[in-house]
């Protein structure tokens, strides 16, 4: 039997949120010391993964699987294919970044990092997942870790009303997808929730028609897709930074995530049917969310829509079928992970000295955090899709596909883009650049720590900028396997 | 005494060490008067001695068998359920020893006692006199522990109210069994169902059974439009009680309606699948409806235990093995769900002495153990994973769409999205608010420390292997079928 290094990836977080929970409650070096040891050994396993995925073969792989409850055909399979591998890594990569980012936390930071990691066990549990059920039960165990740590840790203007919304939202999507689940289940003939062999299970045609919408916009609502996206803004704006990071980061993938593996990959005639609305909907969030922040006052606010707006071209992708927009798909997922983890740290930083998120009281801050001020800027770079950042190699094939569907779904997708750069740069110019006002004379730079995160994702946004056959290979390998049950519909 | 007669007596070995130890408690409490006498342990030691030996001697055959004249049948459903019963009552025995009012007294244990050996009679019952037999000696306990503070207006408010409407349900659904008597010419449950349709009994007369039936039986779960006692009863009785109220007692209940359901009304399966159905939707709604105005959260758990009732049913209604395996495995969950919420309130009432949910504020300053473990009570009981009542949930809605009561599956889910909002809203103040006492520990004897952990641990081992508990679960569902 080879190495569970799935499993071990996964429990990491789990088991040492528990041992934190049992810490002393004074003990702040101990309870952080270990979040960021857990965290670390994540991010390395994951980074193993990630390097020891065989690209040539494709297919799942490091899988292990053993029976749960055979009487209900559940069992405990895990495993990766070339488009959750990198959904992997980034789960890693921004549960070290959050803790790194949380370093300063005071008010109870056991139960802080406690939860934090819980949230890291579930993301990284959905991606890791050949079993529906399983999939549906790690889904599932973000719902509190998410709902305390922003009611208990978030902003306290809003953090009552954006946790209940947030929670609320997203169990309703996750009830409705679990109708479509039980449906898929009792609807094989095989009475498995194993994802391998319910992808054989050649579901007629009417029924792939009746239940894709229930499981993809039950699965969509937490990708963020029109118009049930207002969750995301009012809940990431609610939420402590490492929080934000996570949800925007990793959390919305987890719902396209869910969406493609269990309603495009199993009900592939579905998607065929229903992408027309799927592809109106995402070019609605990318316009729109663009739209939408381009008007915001509130800098975290900015970055909360322009989450819906970038999710929006990973639902466009999805939308085409084929193989370019499958592929930019699955890199704008990575991608934007990263992205939008760097903004929202970079929102948390100029919070915390500044005390402000009004975007007209800012400004001049590059003077004293240049770390936070180029993290900015390059984030910027990728949101705009900039050649030579990881959002051109995510953006552009999308584009491509897109434009062979319907070359005005491509055209006004990509004015979003431009709306885009034009918020960017306008908050861009305003918080970092101009003159800083007078009380922020005597802010400090940004900690050790966050120059570390910011670091480790500016890193990743221009490696894969310059050399995109770090990712792209892998996705392909991953998407091929989707166009083959696309074809076969 | 011939082999058949020692073997009809292994079977209630059981029954008989429960009445067995209320005795000796009773007799305990007569001559040992030191301070701190531990009837608590001893009951729940006694409740472990009880389990092993039923265990041991009253395991049923692969056969469902009758036995003593066909009063009792011993099948895998009754051993099952007894199972949950001592369960609760052994947790329900630690819950009460912290609490002076009740540990004083011994006959308190003893009651309980008497009413699991009443419970576990209800669960074997297979002829109409033993399970009305065995219902009354469920109840009657049950009346006096919940008026267990003779001291206390609304603690003995609880107990008269619990009288009056279990002994009203109780009447009517005597009327029905009468009726059935009279139609099929025997007491026999399992021989009902051939007579009833051997006699061509007119449908609207069995509908009429089955709805006075259903009285009595719905009064047991909490279910509408039977509920009305519930929250009256649950704030007013000593909290243990009201949490053993909740969970063994409920479950009880549901070990009759669903043998009583499948064996004598197996032709009519449409008829009452369709009014379980209607009882689990009012419920739900009803229950999570009014739990969301709910300020005191003993109030807002009986509104919610109506709305589980409501769930549980939705299993009941499915009429299928799944759906039964799911109702009984939503039971053990809720089972160790609402005893671990119910303990924990216990607790902080003695403390705080207040079961209003805002003297919940700063509860996470205060205990941050008792806060997780409310945190795992509650999200238990919203269904989320990887706590017990996630599963319990998807087994029965699956159960629903499995038997095509899509309808049934999707106002459970709606049920679920709303009930989630008061659980959290309680998760909040107690993470979120602050108060003025936050600073002061909050002192958990080590019996309950016990209790709690017990319950706790139950919940995630529910929540996350299946294995044991459903192959339980599935083989006492498979005797009733």
């Not at chain 2, 036995?67 to 949950?84: A, E, P, Q, Y």
């Amino acid at each position: 039997m080879q190495f569970p290094i799935l499993s071990v990836i996964i429990f990491i977080p789990l088991v040492a949120g528990l041992a934190i929970l049992l810490m002393p409650a004074g003990r702040r070096d101990w309870i952080r010391e270990t979040a960021l040891g857990a965290a670390s050994l994540t991010l390395l396993l994951s980074f193993i993964v990630y390097v020891g995925y065989d690209v040539q073969s494709g297919g799942y792989q490091f899988t292990e699987m053993v029976p749960w409850l055979p009487a209900l055909g559940i069992s405990y399979h895990m495993g990766v294919d070339g488009i959750s591998v990198p959904l992997v890594l980034l789960g890693g990569i921004v549960v070290f970044c959050g803790v790194l980012i949380s370093w300063r936390v005071e008010d109870r930071p056991r139960e802080f990092f406690a939860f934090l990691l819980f949230l890291g066990t579930s993301v990284l549990g959905v991606f890791c997942s050949l079993d529906l059920f399983q999939l549906f039960f790690f889904f599932e165990l973000a719902v509190f870790p998410k709902y305390l740590m922003i009611v208990t840790w978030g902003y306290p203007k809003t953090r009552e009303y954006g946790s209940m919304k947030l929670t609320l939202y997203l169990f309703v999507g996750s009830m409705v997808a679990l109708l479509g689940v039980l449906a898929i289940y009792f609807g094989s003939a095989a009475r498995t929730f194993d994802l391998l062999e319910l992808e054989k299970a050649g579901f007629p045609l009417a029924f792939q028609r009746m239940w894709f919408p229930l499981v993809f916009f039950g699965f969509a609502v937490l990708g963020g897709i029109f118009p049930f996206h207002s969750w995301a803004p009012d809940g990431h704006v609610a939420a402590p930074t490492a929080i934000s990071m996570l949800l925007a980061g990793v959390e919305m993938k987890v719902g396209a995530f869910a969406a493609l593996r269990v309603a495009i990959m199993l009900l592939p005639g579905g998607a065929h049917a229903w992408a027309p609305l799927v592809l109106a909907l995402g070019v609605v969030n990318v316009v729109y969310g663009a739209l939408i922040a381009l008007v915001q006052t509130d800098f975290k606010y900015v970055i909360g829509f322009s989450s819906v707006s970038h999710m929006g071209l990973v639902l466009i992708g999805f939308a085409t079928l084929n193989k370019e927009g499958l592929l930019g798909s699955g890199i704008q997922m990575f991608s934007h992970g990263v992205m939008t983890a760097l903004f929202f740290a970079v929102v948390g930083m100029v919070y915390d000295r500044a005390h402000t998120r009004d975007i007209p009281k800012l400004g001049g801050l590059f003077s004293k955090m240049p770390w936070a001020g180029v993290g900015f800027i390059v984030g910027g770079l990728v949101s705009m899709g900039m050649p030579g950042f990881s959002g051109f190699i995510a953006e552009f094939p999308i584009f491509m596909g897109a434009w062979q569907v319907s070359p005005w779904v491509a055209i006004i997708a990509i004015t979003g883009v431009l709306i885009t750069a034009a918020y960017i740069l306008l908050v861009l110019r305003r918080v970092f650049f101009g003159e800083l006002p007078a009380e922020y004379l005597r802010i400090e730079d940004v900690s050790v720590q966050d120059k570390v995160a910011i670091a480790l994702l500016v890193v990743i946004m221009i490696g894969i900028g310059l050399f995109p056959s770090l990712i792209s290979p892998m996705v392909q390998s991953g998407v091929n396997h989707v166009l083959s049950l696309l074809g076969g519909a | 005494m011939n082999g058949e007669t020692a073997n009809m007596l292994l079977a209630i070995i059981p029954e008989i060490g429960m009445l067995v130890l209320a005795g000796t408690l009773m007799v305990l409490d007569l001559v040992w008067h030191a301070p701190y006498r531990r009837l608590g342990w001893i009951t729940a030691g006694g409740v472990v001695v009880i389990i092993a030996l039923s265990a041991a001697f009253a395991r049923p055959g692969l056969a469902p068998q009758l036995i003593w004249g066909g009063m009792l049948r011993l099948d895998d459903t009754g051993f099952v359920f007894r199972l949950i019963f001592l369960a609760g009552a052994g947790l329900t025995a630690l819950f009460a020893e912290g609490n002076e009012n009740l540990d004083r007294h011994g006959e308190f244990y003893a009651l309980m006692l008497v009413s699991v050996f009443g419970m576990s009679l209800m669960a074997s019952a297979a002829d109409l006199v033993m399970l009305y037999l065995a219902i009354e000696t469920t109840s009657i306990p049950l009346y006096i522990m919940a008026g267990f503070y003779i001291k206390d207006q609304k603690s003995v408010e609880a107990g008269i109210k619990y009288l009056l409407f279990g002994g009203m349900t109780s009447a009517i659904m005597l009327y029905g069994f009468t009726l059935l008597y009279g139609f099929g010419g025997t007491t026999q449950i399992y021989m009902l169902a051939e007579q009833l349709q051997a006699g061509k009994v007119p449908l609207f007369a069995l509908a009429a059974t089955l709805l006075l039936i259903l009285a009595g039986f719905g009064f047991k779960v909490s279910a509408v439009p039977f509920h009305f006692w519930a929250p009256d009863v649950y704030e007013g009785a000593p909290t243990p009680v009201a949490g053993f109220l909740s969970t063994t007692s409920k479950a009880a209940g549901f070990a009759v309606l669903l043998r009583v359901m499948v064996a004598v009304y197996p032709t009519q399966a449409q008829l009452w699948m369709t009014v379980v159905g209607v009882l689990a939707v009012v419920s739900m709604f009803l229950g999570n409806l009014l739990a969301l105005a709910q300020k005191n959260i003993k109030r807002m758990l009986a509104y919610s235990s109506i709305a589980q009732a409501g769930y549980i049913l939705i299993g009941v209604a499915a009429n299928s093995t799944l759906g039964t395996t799911g109702a009984i495995y939503y039971l053990m969950a809720y089972l160790a769900t609402n005893l671990a919420a119910f303990g924990i309130v216990t607790v902080v009432g003695k403390s705080v002495g207040s079961d209003e949910i805002q003297a919940y504020s700063g509860l996470s300053r205060r205990s941050p153990g008792l806060a997780l473990g409310l945190l795992v009570a509650l999200l238990s009981l919203g269904g989320i994973p990887p706590f017990a009542g996630f599963f319990g949930k998807l087994v029965v809605f699956g159960a629903a769409v499995q038997s095509g009561l899509v309808w049934l599956a999707l106002m459970g889910l709606i049920n679920s999205m709303i009930a989630l909002y008061y659980y959290l809203v309680v998760l909040k103040v107690v993470y979120l608010l602050r108060s003025d006492v936050e600073t002061k520990p909050l002192p958990v004897s080590i019996t309950w420390k016990v209790a709690l952990i017990v319950c706790v641990a139950g919940v995630i081992v529910l929540g996350t292997i299946f294995y044991p508990w459903y192959t339980a679960a599935s083989a006492a569902a498979a005797a009733l079928f």
